[in-house]
């Protein structure tokens, strides 16, 4: 389900917004969604649903354009390597 949001700017606002005429509809949608991410009301999931991007590389790579990097703590880190490791180690036992 969604719902559609429809908000009122003056011109100057809508100018300054989109000086190169882009949508400023979208740019809304995209502000709203890195001020929820950094913010951490919004998950990295939710951003990808509501700007429709596939993959957690699209993800990174638009936080990244607006200065927002991805929650990843040393711990996230110790925890993926040792789950790459298990992994590894059982495709070797299964070959």
Request: proline letters at 2%; aromatic letters at 4%.
């Amino acid at each position: 389900m969604s719902i559609a949001v429809t908000i009122e700017l003056p011109e100057e606002i809508i100018r300054q917004l989109s000086p190169n005429g882009e949508d400023v509809s979208r740019s809304v949608l995209e502000a709203i969604a890195v001020e929820g991410y950094r913010s951490e009301r919004l998950t990295g999931v939710q951003v990808m649903r509501m700007l429709g991007l596939q993959t957690r590389l699209e993800l990174d790579a638009f936080l990244q354009a607006h200065e927002v990097y991805l929650d990843y703590s040393l711990e996230d880190v110790e925890k993926d390597t040792a789950a790459s490791r298990r992994a590894s180690t059982q495709q070797r036992r299964n070959s």
